[in-house]
Nanobody, 116 residues
Framework: QVQLAESGGGLVQPGGSLRLSCAAS????????MRWYRQAPGQERELVAG????????MYVDSVKGRFTISRDDAENTLYLQMNSLKPEDTAVYFC?????????WGQGTQVTVSS
Protein backbone atom coordinates (compact mmCIF):
# COMPACT_ATOMS: atom_id res chain seq x y z
CA GLN A 1 0.00 0.00 0.00
CA VAL A 2 1.65 3.19 -1.20
CA GLN A 3 1.65 5.91 1.42
CA LEU A 4 3.15 9.39 1.44
CA ALA A 5 3.21 11.72 4.42
CA GLU A 6 4.47 15.30 4.26
CA SER A 7 5.70 17.30 7.22
CA GLY A 8 7.75 20.39 8.01
CA GLY A 9 5.42 23.16 6.91
CA GLY A 10 4.62 26.19 8.98
CA LEU A 11 4.58 29.96 9.20
CA VAL A 12 7.75 31.77 8.21
CA GLN A 13 8.71 35.36 7.44
CA PRO A 14 9.78 36.44 3.95
CA GLY A 15 13.41 35.53 3.42
CA GLY A 16 13.20 32.64 5.83
CA SER A 17 13.70 28.93 5.27
CA LEU A 18 11.82 25.68 5.75
CA ARG A 19 12.67 22.05 5.06
CA LEU A 20 9.80 19.82 4.01
CA SER A 21 9.93 16.05 4.37
CA CYS A 22 7.93 13.29 2.71
CA ALA A 23 8.00 9.87 4.34
CA ALA A 24 7.26 7.14 1.79
CA SER A 25 6.26 3.51 2.19
CA UNK A 26 4.64 0.67 0.27
CA UNK A 27 6.89 0.73 -2.78
CA UNK A 28 10.54 0.47 -3.78
CA UNK A 29 11.29 4.09 -3.03
CA UNK A 30 14.80 4.20 -4.47
CA UNK A 31 13.58 3.07 -7.90
CA UNK A 32 11.04 5.83 -8.44
CA UNK A 33 11.16 9.44 -9.46
CA MET A 34 9.58 11.71 -6.88
CA ARG A 35 7.96 15.12 -7.19
CA TRP A 36 6.88 18.07 -5.09
CA TYR A 37 3.75 19.98 -6.06
CA ARG A 38 2.08 22.95 -4.45
CA GLN A 39 -1.37 24.44 -4.55
CA ALA A 40 -2.21 27.99 -3.53
CA PRO A 41 -5.76 29.05 -2.64
CA GLY A 42 -7.93 29.25 -5.75
CA GLN A 43 -5.15 28.01 -8.02
CA GLU A 44 -4.34 24.77 -9.79
CA ARG A 45 -1.78 22.38 -8.42
CA GLU A 46 1.69 23.25 -9.73
CA LEU A 47 4.74 21.04 -10.21
CA VAL A 48 7.55 22.60 -8.20
CA ALA A 49 10.43 20.12 -8.30
CA GLY A 50 11.29 16.59 -9.34
CA UNK A 51 14.09 14.11 -8.80
CA UNK A 52 14.95 10.90 -10.64
CA UNK A 53 15.01 7.51 -8.99
CA UNK A 54 18.77 7.51 -8.93
CA UNK A 55 18.87 11.02 -7.53
CA UNK A 56 21.25 12.20 -10.21
CA UNK A 57 18.85 14.53 -12.00
CA UNK A 58 16.58 17.23 -10.65
CA MET A 59 14.24 19.79 -12.12
CA TYR A 60 12.60 22.95 -10.80
CA VAL A 61 9.96 25.35 -11.92
CA ASP A 62 11.57 28.66 -12.87
CA SER A 63 10.02 30.54 -9.97
CA VAL A 64 11.95 28.50 -7.37
CA LYS A 65 15.26 27.90 -9.14
CA GLY A 66 18.18 28.91 -6.98
CA ARG A 67 16.01 28.95 -3.86
CA PHE A 68 14.65 25.41 -3.50
CA THR A 69 16.55 22.13 -3.47
CA ILE A 70 14.96 18.71 -3.85
CA SER A 71 16.82 15.70 -2.46
CA ARG A 72 16.20 12.18 -1.24
CA ASP A 73 17.51 9.77 1.36
CA ASP A 74 16.84 6.31 -0.02
CA ALA A 75 18.05 4.61 3.15
CA GLU A 76 15.26 6.38 5.03
CA ASN A 77 12.66 6.36 2.25
CA THR A 78 12.35 10.11 2.59
CA LEU A 79 12.06 12.94 0.09
CA TYR A 80 13.04 16.49 1.03
CA LEU A 81 12.47 20.01 -0.21
CA GLN A 82 14.78 22.65 1.22
CA MET A 83 13.19 26.06 0.72
CA ASN A 84 15.31 29.17 1.19
CA SER A 85 14.67 32.86 0.59
CA LEU A 86 10.96 32.26 0.87
CA LYS A 87 8.54 34.72 -0.66
CA PRO A 88 4.86 35.38 0.07
CA GLU A 89 4.01 33.87 -3.32
CA ASP A 90 5.43 30.55 -2.09
CA THR A 91 2.47 30.28 0.26
CA ALA A 92 0.64 27.06 -0.59
CA VAL A 93 -0.08 23.53 0.47
CA TYR A 94 2.87 21.39 -0.60
CA PHE A 95 2.34 17.80 -1.74
CA CYS A 96 4.63 14.85 -2.32
CA UNK A 97 3.85 12.77 -5.42
CA UNK A 98 4.92 9.52 -7.08
CA UNK A 99 3.80 7.52 -10.11
CA UNK A 100 3.77 3.79 -9.37
CA UNK A 101 2.49 1.38 -12.03
CA UNK A 102 0.61 4.16 -13.84
CA UNK A 103 -1.11 5.27 -10.64
CA UNK A 104 -0.51 8.68 -9.08
CA UNK A 105 -0.16 8.82 -5.30
CA TRP A 106 -0.31 11.90 -3.11
CA GLY A 107 0.34 12.78 0.49
CA GLN A 108 -2.07 14.80 2.59
CA GLY A 109 -0.10 17.99 2.08
CA THR A 110 1.64 20.37 4.45
CA GLN A 111 0.83 24.08 4.70
CA VAL A 112 3.54 26.65 4.07
CA THR A 113 2.66 30.25 4.86
CA VAL A 114 5.13 33.05 4.15
CA SER A 115 4.04 36.28 5.77
CA SER A 116 5.36 39.10 7.90
Amino acid sequence: QVQLAESGGGLVQPGGSLRLSCAASGFAFSEYAMRWYRQAPGQERELVAGITGGGSNTMYVDSVKGRFTISRDDAENTLYLQMNSLKPEDTAVYFCNVLVRWQEYWGQGTQVTVSS
